[in-house]
């Protein structure tokens, strides 16, 4: 038995398509057979199998079909790949009466993407009926001249099923004056005819009922019946004849409509009206010609009444009756063949699937991008097609077998483009040719491959000394030219040692908005510039970053009072002096030394008799402290006088010191001669003031050095140390005030020692103490 009759047996299907999936590749691509009506859940094939794709790879490849028309019939098992049904598959409805029912749809498997062609023929069961347009039909015959040997056509029974479930015969009930004939159309139709096989006597029997059966090939088969009525009439001896029994003509479709295709001829020898001839479709025309075709009665013109499409339907047979008007009427018979012929009436069709819904911008060369279908109803040269990518586009055309992908041709830069819109062109080889266009969009998606950039190459920071902790510094940016995760910054210290602590114990810095605050308050006399590297790191992977170096200068306040340093004084700063009576005017009697821990303008020492009216005797020097006579003492009633001075900075504001002086009038003043090295014991003992000395003048050498290599650097790297591009909440000129205050050399009141003396060890009026030393009382830490 044939396989696929074997298969008409419902209780069979299922074997079936096991033993119909033997088909396998062909021609390379997947092609199966199932029956329709097969229960959801039938298995139809193995697509992972039969594309060799191992069992242990089938989840990762994710097979999926697409197809916009039949994919909801059929769906594939992501864990064994097998290809079942989905949904009740009618055959009838999907392929009408086709002799072949092919199921066109595609294979995807993913992670690599490819394309697979899968054809699965849905085999018909023998499920429907043969039927006949009408269950009664009434023929009139003429008698005597009705001979032996005439035959009348018959309905053909239709039957939607195809094969060898379609009417395969008729039968016709036994009985002596009808014999049953069948032809075959071209197209396969069986065309039952009814022969007459002896001479009707209306006289003996008016009548005669008949019952034609069709009977399909199926199995179990089934059977429709039509009920026949010949009636028997009287004399019109002399039918219709046409001068063809067959007629041909080619016709090109899109015809206007009422264009006449061809004029039938048909004459009858009869007289009268047995002899006037009508035309019309027999019962063998099918339903599409008539939908098709019009004939006029009268004349015997056949012209279009439908639209001619090649590609629906490229040939028509006509069959045609000529009928007088005698009675009972008599009938000639012809066929007309109509043939279509192709014109270049379809535009090409361009279906783009893509394969993801954007591209990577690192995507390699020659990635697909998605898959190209085109087609053309039309045919020969008509449906050949050329297929065109729009210019100056970083992707190409690849085919393989009329099948195209699109492909990255060159790299691609979200930054630089992030979305293209390209036109695909197809175009047929017809003449004139007809074009088709598309447009696609195609999105790049972005990628961690741009570092964060800061938008200065340093920044520069102010704060004055003594600020509360979480004042803010300066605010740091920096941009990405990345999108999404990949531009969210973040910004950090990168750790360091700052005098052995760490440097997030002076700063922070906020790491979302790049805001640096104190974590500290700051004394200018300790540190006066920082140095901090600011990390910025974006959110991608792998993580990209850049650092920036940021300068912190602490500016000076005045919060350093003067400090007296020479004369020898108490804790009270009462200062003892003694004079003796023969000083005459401008005698020297004490020079004032001090020092202010601040720099600049407060640490610039004014020195300043309080109430000078009182003390007419004496008067002290603003700028370096000397105390001198104004005239003679001898004729000073009070041997004693006490002189009040204010010593005082140049800040805002002012901070001072008073020093009391209290001056001995003395007939004799005795002066010891210093010896060697103990110049400066009447201050404080030589240890500590060397102590001082040293300190003082290492000092002034490290912030001199240390200020020199960081505008050296500086300008090395910018060309120019400009403040006035630092990030600083007091502005550019406090930034010049501050470069121009920042100098290593401080201004601090001179320390002259007099030293008086003659041989016999008594003070000589007037003589000086050696020459006055500057020092800088401030240490840096960097």
Not at 315 to 321: D, G, S
Request: proline share 5%.
């Amino acid at each position: 038995m044939d396989i696929r009759g074997f298969c008409q047996c419902r209780k069979w299907q299922v074997v079936c398509s096991f033993l119909l999936c033997s088909w396998g590749w062909v021609s390379g691509q997947l092609r199966y057979s199932i029956v329709e009506e097969s229960d959801p859940g039938t298995l139809v094939g193995n697509v992972a199998q039969d594309l060799g794709i191992k069992r242990s790879e089938i989840s990762q490849r994710r097979i999926h079909l697409k197809s916009e028309k039949y994919q909801k019939y059929f769906s594939v098992n992501q864990a064994n790949g097998g290809l079942a049904v989905k949904d009740r598959i009618d055959r009838e409805s999907l392929c009408g009466s086709s002799p072949r029912c092919l199921l066109q749809l595609e294979v995807v498997p993913e992670n690599p993407v490819e394309l697979f062609s899968l054809e699965i023929e849905i085999l018909d069961i023998n499920d429907n009926s043969p039927t006949f347009s009408s269950d009664d039909r009434i023929i009139e015959i003429t008698e005597i001249f009705a001979g032996p040997g005439v035959q009348f056509a018959l309905d053909i029974a239709e039957d939607l099923d195809v094969g060898v479930n379609g009417v395969s015969q008729y039968t016709l009930n036994t009985n002596p004056y009808f014999s049953l004939t069948v032809k075959s159309r071209k197209d396969g139709t069986l065309i039952p005819q009814l022969i007459l096989e002896k001479v009707l006597d209306r006289e003996e029997k008016q009548e005669h009922d008949l019952i034609l059966t069709a009977i399909d090939g199926g199995e179990p088969a089934r059977s429709g019946t039509c009920r026949i009525t010949m009636v028997v009439l009287d004399i019109n001896d002399n039918p219709p004849v046409f001068n063809q029994s067959i007629y041909k003509v080619s016709i090109r479709e899109n015809l206007p409509l009422k264009t006449v295709i061809l004029t039938l001829n048909a004459t009858d020898q009869d007289a009268g009206a047995n002899g006037e001839v009508q035309f019309f479709f027999d019962d063998h025309t099918s339903k599409s010609a008539r939908e098709i075709f019009l004939l006029n009665v009268q004349n015997g013109e056949i012209y279009t009444k439908g639209i001619l499409d090649f590609e629906e339907q490229n040939f028509y047979e006509l069959f045609v009756k000529a009928t007088d008007k005698g009675f009972p009427k008599l009938q000639g018979n012809c066929i007309v063949h109509v043939e279509i012929e192709d014109m270049n009436d379809n535009h090409p069709e361009i279906i783009f699937t893509s394969v993801a819904n954007d591209i990577p911008e690192n995507a390699p060369s020659g990635d697909i991008v998605g898959f190209i279908n085109v087609g053309d109803k039309d045919s020969g040269k008509n449906g050949e097609i050329k297929l065109n990518l729009s210019p100056n586009v970083p992707f190409k055309i690849r085919s393989n077998q009329n099948r195209y992908a699109l492909v990255t041709d060159a790299n691609l830069d979200r930054e630089e483009t992030s979305q293209y819109t390209i036109e695909l062109t197809a175009s047929d080889l017809g003449s004139p040719p007809l074009y088709s266009k598309i447009s696609i969009s195609l999105s790049v998606s972005d990628i961690n491959d741009n570092v964060p950039v800061f938008t200065q190459s340093t920044y520069n920071a102010f704060i004055n000394e003594n600020s509360d902790p979480g004042t803010l510094l300066c605010t740091v940016s920096a941009t990405d030219l990345d999108e999404g995760v990949n531009s969210d910054l973040v910004y950090s210290l990168v750790e360091s040692q700052i005098d052995g602590s760490s440097v997030s114990s002076f700063v922070y810095i906020h790491s979302t908005d790049g805001n640096i605050y104190a974590q500290r308050s700051f004394d200018y006399e300790q540190i006066q510039v920082l140095q901090i590297i600011i990390k910025v790191e974006d959110s991608g992977s792998p993580q990209l970053s850049s650092t920036v170096p940021v300068f912190i200068f602490i500016l000076d306040t005045n919060d350093n009072p003067p400090a007296l340093l020479y004369p020898e004084h108490s804790e009270e700063l009462i200062v003892q002096e003694r004079v003796p009576k023969s000083t005459s005017a401008g005698y020297l009697v004490t020079k004032l030394s001090a020092v202010d821990l601040d720099s600049g303008h407060n640490a610039w020492l004014v020195f300043t008799l309080i109430d000078p009216i009182h003390y007419s005797w004496f008067q002290v020097s603003k700028h370096t402290g000397e105390v001198r006579t104004v005239r003679g003492v001898h004729d000073i009633e009070n041997i004693e006088q006490q002189l009040v001075i204010s010593i005082s900075d140049q800040g805002n504001p002012p901070l001072s010191t008073t020093v009391t002086v209290l001056v001995t009038i003395a007939d004799e003043v005795i002066v010891e001669t210093p010896k060697s090295g103990d110049l400066l014991t009447n201050s404080k003992p030589p240890s500590d003031m060397t102590l001082y000395l040293i300190i003082f003048l290492v000092a002034i050498s490290l912030v001199s050095l240390v200020t020199f290599m960081i505008l050296l650097v500086r300008c090395l790297r910018n060309d120019t140390y400009d403040y006035s591009s630092s990030c600083c909440f007091l502005g550019g000129s406090q930034s010049k005030a501050y470069t121009d205050q920042y100098q290593p050399a401080l201004y601090l009141n001179t320390w002259d020692i007099k030293i008086h003396g003659g041989q016999d060890g008594s003070r000589i009026p007037g003589a000086e103490l050696p020459n006055s030393f500057t020092y800088t009382p401030r240490t840096s830490r960097f």
